[in-house]
């Protein structure tokens, strides 16, 4: 696949864009059919916001719920993976005592979250502790099932971990953990696109995940989906007019009265999935199934480019690896920051015009480089980076 597919990106060609993973890109023909949409909201906002927009959400939720291997009925849009974690962590009530289990690989975001709640309601959050080194998906499972105790109310796994790139063995964990009446809530931030989902065999509580990221669709665009049996009891992070309309009057679900507007707010994001998904799909012979095969097996080249260049063992096996693969670099004292980057994130980009985040974890000084495998990168750009990590590191 020789393809030059950064042809319909609009990405600075100036930069070696590496880091898909934490924000997306977005092909300049979806963000064109974006453009239409707004100016069609600004040309009668009124006939939009009051007549038109709900017909269209359930277009873009009717193609998005097929997508991801799911029922309309139980999907809604949300801004992002995060803000489907609050609302559904904020729709529970927690005891004091009861576990919630997470990992030390999670989003730093979505552990806030717990956070929060735990300290609102008295919660206890159970860590369980995942080495980055040897690890596979039998120990992944092992792991966090040997954390459940009678106590435990809901396990929040990563399907893919942000700051280490891991696939987690969820297919495994779920029926396992919901069979001993734990409620299961999988952040599949990276999930949609980067997976081949079927939310009704997975069958957890519930699963968020972005659509901006892998699907390419513009920033804003992400998904809630709720098991059968949660919906009744989830409600979103803002409570607006839907909370007190009557789904029965209107003709359409609670959920979607009161997930579909949450307030004023542009809705074009989510209406754009659809033609993210189909611009995607017919950019390469294939579909959606090569794309997978063939990003995945870029970022795992990529990943064995720095390993070799810089003398650093495997540390995940590759049942482990999608799109998103971290290496290990030395420690350093460097000041580091998850949300701001790291002295060596600005040397690379602007000594050698090279994007692409150092990661602290499991905390300062230790530290990886995540790479991204998307359709515009290609494998000489990961040899880029391994020269330039080397001759960063040895000054």
């Known amino acids: 696949m020789m393809t030059d597919y950064l042809d319909h990106w609009s990405l600075d060609r100036k930069i070696t864009f590496l880091n898909h993973g934490s924000f ?29 927009v709900y017909d269209m959400i359930d277009t873009a939720r009717q193609r998005a ?32 005592g009861d576990e919630i289990i997470v990992t030390d ?17 008295g919660a206890t959050i159970v860590t369980v502790q995942i080495p980055f080194l040897d690890v596979n998906h039998t120990l992944i499972h092992d792991l966090i099932m040997q954390a459940v105790t009678p106590r435990t109310r809901l396990a929040l796994i990563d399907h893919v971990t942000s700051p280490t790139g891991l696939v987690l063995p969820v297919e495994r964990l779920v029926p396992q953990l919901e069979a001993l009446g734990i409620m299961t809530l999988i952040d599949g931030a990276h999930g949609p696109g980067m997976l081949d989902l079927s939310m009704s065999t997975l069958n957890a509580s519930w699963y ?3 659509f901006h990221k892998w699907v390419c669709a513009p920033k804003g665009a992400a998904m809630l989906y709720a098991r ?34 949450v307030g004023t707010q542009d809705p074009t994001a989510w209406l754009c999935v659809p033609h993210a998904i189909e611009t995607l799909a017919a950019m390469v012979p294939g579909g959606w199934p090569e794309i997978r095969r063939h990003c ?33 670099l030395p ?37 990886l480089v995540r790479i991204s495998g998307a359709l515009y990168n290609h494998s000489s750009q990961y040899a880029l980076l391994s020269q330039a990590l080397q001759e960063v590191m040895s000054c």
């Open 65 to 96: 719920a097929e997508f991801i291997g799911g029922h309309p009925s139980q999907l809604v849009f949300v801004r992002n993976a995060t803000e489907g974690v609050n609302a559904i962590l904020r729709s529970l009530d927690f005891e004091p």
């Open 208 to 210: 968020v995940g972005n």
């Open 296 to 328: 995945r097996a870029l970022t795992i080249e990529g990943r064995n480019i720095l390993l070799e260049t810089l003398q650093v063992r495997q540390p995940a096996s590759d049942e482990c690896i999608g799109q998103l693969a971290a290496v290990p």
């Open 24 to 52: 997306g890109a977005c092909p300049q023909t979806v963000l064109d059919f974006q453009s239409r949409l707004r100016q069609r909201i600004e040309s009668q906002p009124v006939q939009f916001f009051l007549r038109d």
């Open 331 to 367: 420690p350093s004292a460097e000041k580091i920051s998850p949300m701001y980057g790291s002295p060596l994130q600005e040397r690379l980009l602007k000594q050698y015009g090279i994007e692409v985040p150092i990661v602290p974890w499991p905390g300062p000084p230790h530290r």
């Open 228 to 261: 059968e049996d949660r919906v009744a009891t989830l409600h979103p992070t803002t409570i607006s007019h839907g909370f007190s309309l009557d789904a029965d009057d209107i003709g359409r679900p609670r959920l979607h009265l009161e997930f579909d507007w």
């Open 105 to 121: 690989h999670g989003y730093q975001a979505c552990k806030n979250a717990v956070d929060f709640v735990a300290r609102r309601t």
